[in-house]
């Protein structure tokens, strides 16, 4: 049978609701900061990546922010929709040249109610 | 971004078995990677497919276990050998298009099953 994985830390919210959702990253070397959304049954999807020079960048309907001194990074979803329904991953770049060692958190699911 | 494919979807292996996952990106690449997503799991990295050359191996991940191949710029494949149920997973191949830095792109995955 299927093994038993992590529970995932759930985030609920009503539609049209603004949804945060929260990263801890480890590595203070981390240089480049990506966050992913995740469909059942599908690869992660790219949504918005932010660097270590910045602590904020927006996209559509998107926002992430960037803490390097406590080492923390959030999504902020506006007007959250149906389909914003996943599991949302933060992965870090450890940087240092090492192009693509993207190292990802636990994910988050986020279940928006109509 | 890059389109990517993977073959096959899914699927269901019997133990001892092994199973090669094609990964095809509709242009050039500059890297290729390969993940693992066990189930309810994040993702965690098994290697670098190296264009040409052996690929390179994160640490818990071996060649003869999963061998890997990348014989051009838009193509890599992964083998899973003598499958046990423990390697029941999700298999993701990304890639970093030309001109992205860092950027990594998904393809949908290939879901496994071992019995």
């Known amino acids: 049978g299927e093994s038993v994985g992590l529970h995932l830390p759930t985030l609920s919210v009503q539609e049209g609701d603004n949804s945060i959702i929260n990263c801890a990253y480890s590595n203070s070397a981390s240089d480049y900061f990506i966050w992913y959304k995740q469909e059942s049954g599908k690869g992660p999807q790219f949504i918005i990546d932010i660097r270590s020079n910045m602590d904020k960048r927006q996209g559509q309907r998107v926002t992430v922010l960037l803490n390097k001194t406590v080492k923390h990074l959030s999504l902020q979803i506006a007007a959250t929709q149906p389909g914003d329904s996943a599991v949302y991953f933060c992965a870090e770049n450890i940087g240092g040249g090492s192009q693509g060692n993207l190292i990802f958190g636990k994910g988050t699911k986020l279940s928006v109610k109509p | 971004s890059a389109v990517i494919s993977q073959k096959p979807s899914r699927d269901i292996c019997q133990r001892g078995t092994s199973l090669t996952i094609q990964c095809q990106v509709d242009s050039q690449v500059t890297m290729m990677f390969w993940y693992r997503q066990q189930p309810g799991q994040s993702l965690t990295l098994i290697a670098t497919?190296?264009?040409?050359?052996?690929?390179?191996?994160e640490s818990g991940f071996v060649i003869d276990k999963f061998p890997i191949s990348r014989p051009n710029l838009t193509f890599s494949t992964l083998t899973v050998s003598n499958m046990s149920p423990e390697d029941s997973s999700i298999y993701l191949c990304s890639v970093v298009p030309r001109g992205r830095w860092d950027e990594q792109f998904f393809g949908p995955g290939t879901r496994l099953t071992v019995l």
């Open positions: 497919a190296n264009q040409g050359s052996e690929a390179t191996y």
